[in-house]
C-alpha cells in the first residue's frame, strides 16, 4: 500500500523546503498540498499559492509523486489550470497528480464575492471542470460550451511530457464516484463528512468503498483514503496508523493520506511519529 504525506502551504521556502526533502527521503510515495485562498481555522495565518508551491517541490525532489490536494473550482478556470498543470508536469519530470474535487463552502467559496452554490450545483459544476481539463490536456483546439465553464479554441500547445497528467478525482457521492470512474486515473475520499465518531465514519467509508467495487474500476484505478477525515488524528501513535491503515487495505485502497505533524492546533503532533511510519527510514 502506498502512502501520501500533506504538507500544508503555511511555511516560508526555507522551513518548506526540508519538510518536503524529508518526505521523499523517508520514502513515501507521494506528497501533496492544499490547493485552498485560505483554509478554515488557518485561514487568519500565511498560506501560500500551490502552484509556485509544487514548482518548488519538483526542484528539490527526484522520484515522489507531486499533488494538489485537492484542485478546486472554487476559483480556477480548467484552461488557465491545464498550463499550470503541463508546467508542473514537465518542472517534476512527470511526476504530477492532478488532485481535483467540488470544492469547499466555506472562505473559498465566498473570497470572490461568488454565492456559495447547493450541493448539486456544486457537483455539476466539478464535472464540467473535470470534463474540460480532461479534454485540454488529451488535444489542442479546445471548445467547451457549459453552465459554469466555456473555452474556445483553446490552445494547449507545446502539450505535455505525458499523454495526459493523472487526474486523481475526489467524492463521496453517487455522481462524483461515476465521475472519477470514468475520467480519472484514481479517486480520493475523506469518507463521510458528517460522521460523528470513527466508527461511523468507517462503516460510511466501508460502504463508499462497496459502492465503488460495483462501479468495476479498471486494472491500475487508484483509490486513495484521506486519513485524517475520520476523527481523530491518524498520527497520534504508530499504533493508530498501522491499524488505519489496515483497515483502509482490507477494504481495497491502494493508498492512504495522512498530514504532516503540525506544532499545535490541527493535526498537531510529533514528527518521530511521521518518522517512524514511513516506508523507509534514513540513516543518521
Known sequence: MRIGVVILPEYTWPE????????????????WTYDHMAWRTLAGGPWLGTAATLAAAA?????IGLGTFVTSPNFRHPVPWSREV???DDISGGRFLCGVGAGATDVDATMLGRPVLPP???????????????????????????????????????????????LIVAGSGPRTLRLARRLG???VTI?????????EWWSGVEKLAA????????????????????PGYSLSSEARFEDMRGRAHALGFTDVIVHYPRA??????????????APRRTDP
Open 16 to 31: 518548506a523546503r526540508s519538510r518536503w526533502r524529508e518526505v521523499e527521503a523517508l520514502g513515501f510515495d507521494h506528497a
Open 59 to 63: 526542484t528539490c525532489t527526484s522520484r
Open 86 to 88: 503541463m508546467a508542473l
Open 120 to 166: 448539486r450545483a456544486r457537483v455539476d459544476r466539478m464535472t464540467e471542470f473535470v470534463e474540460l481539463l480532461d479534454q485540454l490536456l488529451r488535444r489542442d483546439h479546445v471548445d467547451y460550451d457549459g453552465a459554469y465553464f466555456t473555452a474556445r479554441d483553446a490552445r494547449t500547445a507545446p502539450g505535455g511530457i505525458r499523454p495526459r497528467v493523472p
Open 185 to 187: 486515473e484514481g479517486w
Open 191 to 199: 469518507g463521510p463528512a458528517d460522521a460523528e465518531d470513527e466508527r
Open 211 to 230: 459502492r465503488m467495487d460495483e462501479l468495476g474500476p479498471p486494472p491500475g484505478f487508484q483509490r486513495h483514503l484521506s486519513l485524517d477525515s475520520c
Open 264 to 277: 499545535t492546533g490541527v493535526y498537531a503532533g510529533r514528527t518521530a511519529t511521521l518518522e517512524s511510519v
